[in-house]
């Protein structure tokens, strides 16, 4: 497993220096791709359109294909400009390349096509072992929850908005701590909360890495994805009990209380990939293996949004900040999605949805 220094060294001050200017260059350069994600087999309510927003070309090595996207995407997340963050999973890359760490990007707003010859210019910040999930804090800053699976021991990994990176949480000095780090998420207060699926628990951390109750959460489930509500809880998603089958059906999405971490079931079925919150303040959520988006309400309240065709799996959804930058930009309030073929080789897309989210939500209650 890299240290925190081994991953110093591995950011050069010429990379960073250079980054910005190059990453400007080759995305104004960049347009969507049309011909990734088939979008006839998708089913949006009325008021929706969608497009591909990040694609890529060049990457599939099956042989006699040649499909648009990148492999191994595990995760989308937003900063408060816009930008979005991704990473490549080793796990995946080592059954593709043989590779044992895993690049992390960030692509600035608009829509974006990346090759071999510019996908260096949208690297972020040094390749992680194994990068899992992320999220960006207010200031900016990237967190990453990574594995190790030769020794089965998780960490936590913050990169500086300019791309270094150092040991936050977890790792070889607090093996205890963390064992397959998920889901982030950030309080108001800048505190930090990681779900751990193997150890069924949810760390709560301040904002320098002090762990401030390492079981704030805890039980028998696999907890994996995360995210914070400004009217002051967290929603939980969880694959299901550590006993039970891994199947679509046993997950479940809880509401937790900040002050004590009390867990609320709010709805149990799917397993969920990928949580959202809309401006609007309802969760938007992804079904990994049955290629549908649906949304909660604050209290529970299920209504069905988006149906993907049969071929097409989601792995996770995000919506950018809603703030004067995003705006501006003309993403606020867009919710996009990654997507990829579920029977064919792992290159994944981003789509991007638009619509009246919160009033077809509030429609259908």
């Not at 087999?41 to 990148?70: N, Q, R, V």
């Not at 760390?203 to 890495?209: A, E, F, N, R, Y």
């Not at 002090?210 to 998603?237: C, H, M, N, Q």
Request: aromatic share 10%; with cysteine; proline share 7%.
């Amino acid at each position: 497993m890299c240290t925190s220094e081994t991953i110093r060294k591995g950011v050069s001050v010429l990379s960073c220096l250079c980054f910005a200017a190059l990453l400007a260059l080759f995305t104004a350069t960049a347009v969507a791709s049309g011909d990734g994600f088939d979008f006839k087999g998708m089913k949006l309510p009325p008021g929706f359109t969608a497009t591909t927003y990040i694609t890529a070309e060049g990457f599939d090595i099956t042989p006699g294909k040649s499909a648009p996207g990148l492999p191994a995407i595990v995760t989308i997340n937003f900063d408060g400009q816009g930008n979005i963050y991704f990473a490549r999973t080793a796990n995946r890359l080592r059954e593709i390349y043989g590779s044992n760490s895993g690049p992390i990007y960030r692509i600035p707003v608009g829509p974006a096509k990346i090759t071999k010859a510019t996908e260096k210019y949208f690297r972020f910040g040094p390749s992680l072992s194994d990068p899992d999930e992320m999220g960006v804090n207010a200031k900016g800053e990237v967190f990453v929850s990574t594995m190790d699976r030769r020794t089965q021991v998780g960490s936590v990994y913050k990169l500086s908005p300019s791309g270094r990176a150092r040991l936050f949480a977890g790792g070889a000095s607090a093996p205890e701590l963390l064992q397959d780090p998920e889901g982030i998420a950030f309080d108001a207060a800048g505190n930090i909360y990681v779900a751990d699926d193997d150890l069924g628990r949810v760390v709560k951390l301040d904002p320098k890495g002090k762990v401030l109750d390492p079981k704030f959460i805890s039980g028998a489930e696999r907890f994996r994805t995360l995210t914070y509500d400004p009217r002051g809880f967290l929603w939980v998603g969880s694959d299901g009990l550590h006993s039970s089958a891994h199947v679509d059906g046993s997950g479940r999405i809880y509401r937790a209380s900040l002050p004590d971490g009390k867990l609320k079931l709010l709805h149990s079925g799917p397993l969920a990939s990928g949580m959202g919150l809309s401006p609007g303040g309802n969760l938007f959520s992804a079904q990994r293996r049955s290629g549908k988006i649906f949304a909660l309400t604050p209290k529970g309240k299920y209504v069905e949004f988006a149906t993907f065709g049969g071929q097409s799996a989601l792995r996770t959804l995000a919506f950018p900040p809603d703030n004067a930058a995003t705006r501006k930009a003309g993403i606020a309030g867009d919710l996009f999605v990654m997507v990829f073929p579920m029977l064919d080789y792992p290159v994944r897309e981003v789509i991007r949805i638009s619509g009246p989210f919160d009033a077809y939500v509030k429609q259908r209650q």
